[in-house]
């Protein structure tokens, strides 16, 4: 993706498909209590989902990231 040619609306359909399949990796790591690991496939789905200049996605991964957190007990970084 980072060395393609593509139009920028290709592009940033890519990265939002990134973005989802990121977020999925997160969840499965969620599932499997690996939360170390599915904050950062959710993190990479936030960085993702900027790239692909979808701030509603950005928004949705946030939700999903305060969703973890408040079920880890950290309700302070839910909110923030």
Known sequence: MLRG???EQTGRRLFAA????TRLAGWTSYD???HG????YFVQA????????DRAYG???LVTMSRQA??????REAVQ
């Open 5 to 7: 040619t593509y139009g």
């Open 18 to 21: 990134a973005a989802d399949l």
């Open 32 to 34: 499997i209590a690996a």
């Open 37 to 40: 690991l599915a904050q950062r």
């Open 46 to 53: 936030l960085r993702l989902s900027q790239a692909a200049a």
């Open 59 to 61: 928004s949705y991964v």
């Open 70 to 75: 408040v079920y880890l007990g950290h309700g």
